[in-house]
């Protein structure tokens, strides 16, 4: 039987298992709260699809595998991390009830650390063919594409990341970017240059077309209006990302621009309930998120340890 049906009391919940949950769990421990770390998916976060990890201080490059092997395998040695393991809702109160596909927990204090997933085109084919020519991850699905027609859409450092790493895979890679000049790091862009991948400015993907799976993308340059198909046998997409906030906003967090408002420490509009990491904005990068997971957490230990909070039993 876990804590859990044991009726366990938590002092901090935290939802998410990317760096800014792991790191949250550390701090929260090593403070002498008694927390557990949720994940739906696996522990590590989007960090495990990056190809090479270069900003990362005290690793000059890292596979993005391996960094999250060390954060998860560092944080599992002060908190439980259960993964695979789904929230479906939170029930408020004094005491948070935090309802998930298998047990509910109760816990003094929540934290999100929920991230962000990959934001869609919302065009003609892209539900169709997800998973039968159309990606969000190179890294994941990549391999199936060695030598094979693919088209990169986005002009940010995941874009870019995206379409140098399937270049190094063999594929003939386009590039479609709806502005004239990219987003991405300026190593990254003199990388595509050298390495000659076609990048098509201005353009925006109206459709993707195909049969059993991807055949061709419609492409129309938004200055000219001109409309182009491109044979390919695979569309990645890399346009941003879509913070996860159902579940805070379902509680009654404040939401602004899409992200959790937060303040300098992580704390929200709502008492006892937090967030960090990519969910609430800013760079958006795993050190800040690491960071933010430490400030979250110390600030629960701070909110909790107040004289005038009054533990139930």
Known sequence: MSEAEKGT????????AGPAGLAAGIYAARSGLKAVVLDKGAAGGQVLLIPAVENYPGFSKIAGWELAEKLVAHARG???IREGEEVKAIDTGEVFEVVTDRERYRTRALLFATGAGPRKLGV???????????SYCAVCDGFFF??????VVGGGNAALTDALYLKSLGCAVILVHRRDTFRAEHHLQEAVRREAIPVIYNSVVEAIRGDEAVTAVTVRNLKEGAVQEIPADGVFIAVGEKPNTELAAAIGVEIAAGFIVVDRAGRTNIPRVYAAGDVTGGVRQIVTAVSEGATAALAAFEDLAKPYWSSPS
């Open 146 to 151: 060695r030598n094979k027609r693919v088209v």
């Open 78 to 80: 002060y908190v439980p």
């Open 9 to 16: 009391l938590f002092d901090l919940l935290i939802i998410g």
């Open 124 to 134: 003609p084919g892209e539900s169709e063919f997800s998973g039968r020519g159309v």
